[in-house]
């Protein structure tokens, strides 16, 4: 039972353009909200995360929006560069006092030049 | 100076065999958890340890030991390996168990049982 879902595995983006990754979650009790790059033979590193006392956080060229009545949140990247082509996971911790995140399946994002 | 270090990077082994994936991090955090990455690209949590202490353990095999010798040591056991523990094993780490920490990965072990 996936509570983190990302379903779109791919997306490809030309540069200068905007990109669009999206990410649902059936666990209510979430409450945080994070996106992760991963680029090949590395660790993810964190990119962005947004509260769920927010709709929106932006940081830069990343924006990360959260609708909580319909449990989706997206990240928007504007203006892509080919070197934000990577793997994006998007993941999602809840109240309690451990700290677990539960992750996406991830999209892959290349950006043309 | 990489943050989260693990060893090996790549692992390959017979099924029965033992092994052990090491993670150091130098980033002087008290939390250092362990994930799976399966072959359908989750990431799962496996355990977490904070100031060398379990917090959380996952439906995990007991095959499957955690070891922790220091705030700055995570190493993983695996005994009787079997052809389903072949994954790709990050190790993290975090400040402390506050839920808005950032958790930096190391890059990774790619275990493949044969």
């Known amino acids: 039972d996936q509570q983190v879902k990302q379903n779109s595995p791919s997306l490809s983006v030309q540069e200068g353009r905007i990109s669009i990754l999206n990410c649902d979650y059936t666990n209510s009790m979430f409450d945080y909200f994070l996106w992760y790059k991963k680029y090949p033979a590395e660790g993810p590193t964190f990119l962005i995360s947004i509260s769920s006392i927010k709709d929106k956080n932006e940081d830069g060229r990343f924006t990360v929006f959260l609708n909580k009545s319909a449990k989706h949140l997206s990240l928007h990247i504007v203006p892509s560069q080919p070197g934000d082509s990577a793997v994006y996971f998007c993941a999602a911790s809840g109240r309690g006092s451990a700290r677990q995140l539960t992750f996406g399946s991830g999209t892959q994002l290349t950006v043309l030049p | 100076d990489t943050a989260v270090s693990q060893t090996p990077k790549y692992l390959v082994t017979q099924m029965g065999n033992d092994k052990s994936i090491k993670c150091e991090q130098n980033l002087g955090h008290d939390t250092m958890y362990w994930y799976k990455q399966d072959s359908k690209k989750f990431l799962k949590i496996m355990f977490s340890y904070n100031n060398k202490e379990l917090i959380i353990n996952e439906t995990v095999p007991n095959r499957f030991s955690p070891k922790s010798p220091d705030k700055a040591h995570l190493n993983l056991h695996i005994n009787s390996l079997e052809l389903g523990d072949s994954a790709v094993y990050f190790c993290?780490?975090?400040?402390?168990?506050?839920?808005?920490?950032?958790?930096?990965f190391g890059p990774g072990t790619r275990l493949t049982v044969l």
């Open positions: 993290a780490s975090s400040q402390d168990m506050s839920s808005t920490d950032t958790q930096y």
